[in-house]
């Protein structure tokens, strides 16, 4: 780790979907014919946005996924998960990686399929 490690850290929530197709499970190829079948509904994409407020992240809503923003110590408190962040001294990229399994809570499970860390881009 370094000295300049981020403040705040960004991830996205997948959530479960209105048709029970998952987007967290990988495999099926979400296209522009079949993303509404990975969409949540309206309902579980409000209800999901309240519940991780009331955790302390701020929520971004997207299309399929909300993105949350907070600290890395909020995230393992909630997610009972080690993140090990990793900043690259030659392209300045900071990694955000979790150390084993990220544990949805049981009130979110219901609604919260997965948290993913995505790698940041690689440009060439």
Do not use: C, W
Not at 23 to 46: D, S
Not at 50 to 57: K, M, S, Y
Request: aromatic share 6%; no cysteine; glycine share 8%.
């Amino acid at each position: 780790m370094g000295e300049e490690m981020p403040a705040m850290i960004s991830t996205e929530a997948i959530l479960t979907s209105r048709s029970g197709r998952s987007l967290a499970q990988g495999g099926a190829a979400v296209t522009a014919e079949n993303i509404e079948e990975f969409k949540p509904t309206a309902a579980t994409m409000a209800e999901a946005t309240q519940r991780l407020q009331a955790l302390g992240f701020t929520v971004t809503p997207g299309n399929v996924t909300l993105t949350l923003v907070g600290s890395q110590a909020q995230f393992e408190k909630v997610f009972r998960v080690h993140l090990t962040i990793e900043k690259d001294e030659h392209t300045g990229v900071t990694r955000v990686r979790p150390d084993g399994v990220v544990v949805i809570p049981d009130e979110l499970r219901p609604i919260v399929e997965a948290v993913v860390f995505p790698e940041p881009p690689e440009y060439f």
